[in-house]
């Protein structure tokens, strides 16, 4: 049969939606991912395999939490009222004895406070009387008494973090602030990703009349590095329906995710589709949005999950966004996938496009001066120009039937920026 004779699949397409849902739900019935063990220094963007609790309360004693005097006392004190200074408590060198009342001592921030201690002052709402060890309260204190519980942080057998969370830089800070060294994490899925293509060379090599630098593999390795996936096997592969069969196969048996791209349209050497149908199954083919209607989704042997990315770069790494990067979260063992948040933007500038298909036009995130979000974009949206992808941080969603749009209109828009925390 000759690639891309057949149309099975309607010829608009899936809308992205139920194309998300059809591939997650495909993930639904596949066993969880095995554990190992991981050092906390190196489990950012990993995802936790066991829940962690805490063995202690953390700080685990009564802190200032500002430079002052503790005082002997657990009431609000009153202007004139006066201490007899006993000593210091810094942090990592507290004062020893018990305070009793009418006594205070020096205490800094983070510093444990002595027994007997329920109050903390200020420093600069107190004053020495005549350079003696007589303190005096020369402004009204507030009725905070700026004291953080020694169980402030977490109590002994507290709920940590749970498994199945994606290890964020302050998920970490905070195992590290309770004694938390070493975790078990879900092994990251294996990626395969075949680069498919007659005319491709490698970005070092001469390019001969008609060929073109392969970019769709350093594209696609570098978007997965944000977003916390490594690629396993990286190969490019000549539109040849027996290679492109054995390469298939055998990134089926090495990995847990294969991802093609390019070969998965319908011209007369898109080879992908006829192939995966051969040794898997193909459940859909075809999306309908702008940049990415030839996309493909199945199974290869051992119901190995399959991901036909377009062959232009712009098209493959939209859809890798929104289809490969919510399936590799589940197949990580996360909870929840993360997507990107949507928020109402309004276009900075006239926008023109032809109306069609839902389109994801990539842009920049902008404030005017009355705080409203404006979403800018520049130049050719064309899916091969990889331009249209520098600098983006917001995919703006134009319905299927906008065309002219003026400036000011208000839309909806995926912000494709990462948290830092």
């Known amino acids: 049969m000759a690639p891309g004779s057949a149309e099975p699949y309607g010829r608009e397409g899936l809308p992205l939606e139920t194309a998300c849902r059809k591939v997650l739900l495909s993930l639904d019935g596949m066993t969880a991912p095995a554990t190992e063990p991981c050092r906390l220094d190196q489990a950012l963007g990993r995802v936790c395999g066991k829940d962690v609790h805490a063995t202690e309360a953390v700080p685990g004693f009564r802190a200032s939490i500002m430079d002052g005097y503790a005082l002997g006392q657990n009431s609000q004190p009153h202007v004139e009222d006066q201490w007899t200074l006993k000593g210091r408590s810094a942090p990592g060198a507290p004062f020893e004895g018990t305070l009793q009342h009418g006594e205070a001592v020096r205490i800094l921030t983070g510093a444990p406070l002595p027994e007997g201690a329920g109050w903390v002052l200020p420093q600069e709402m107190v004053q020495t009387v005549d350079h003696t060890q007589t303190l005096r309260l020369i402004k009204p204190a507030s009725d905070q008494a700026w004291i953080r519980a020694e169980d402030e942080e977490c109590r002994p057998g507290d709920q940590l973090i749970a498994a199945g969370t994606r290890l964020s830089s302050a998920a970490l800070g905070r195992l590290s602030g309770c004694g938390v060294a070493h975790l078990a994490v879900y092994r990251s899925p294996r990626i395969g990703l075949l680069i498919t293509g007659d005319e ?194 917001l995919l703006l969603e134009l319905p299927a039937e906008a065309s002219s749009l003026e400036a000011g209109h208000e839309l909806w828009a995926q912000l494709i920026r990462r948290a830092v925390f």
């Open 200 to 393: 491709l060379v490698p970005s070092h090599a001469q390019r001969p009349p008609g060929a073109i630098w392969e970019s769709n593999g350093t594209l696609l390795e570098a978007v997965l590095s944000k977003l916390d996936q490594t690629i396993h096997d990286r190969r490019v592969i000549a539109d040849e329906p027996s290679r492109l069969k054995d390469a298939l196969q055998d990134m089926a048996d090495r990995c847990d995710v294969v991802v093609s791209t390019g070969g998965v349209s319908a011209g007369d050497s898109d080879w992908i589709r006829t192939v995966v149908d051969d040794i898997g199954d193909i459940s859909f083919w075809k999306l309908f949005l702008k940049p990415g209607r030839p996309f493909a989704f199945g199974q290869l042997k051992g119901n190995v999950p399959f991901f036909g990315l377009p062959g232009n770069p712009v098209a493959a790494a939209v859809t890798a966004l929104q289809l490969l990067w919510p399936a590799l979260q589940r197949l990580e063992g996360q909870a929840e996938p993360e997507r990107f948040p949507r928020v109402k933007v309004r276009l900075a500038h006239p926008l023109q496009r032809r109306a069609g298909r839902p389109e994801l036009a990539r842009g920049r995130l902008l404030c005017n001066a009355d705080g409203d979000l404006l979403a800018e974009i520049k130049g050719s949206q064309a899916s091969s120009r990889i331009g249209s992808l520098d600098n983006a941080d």
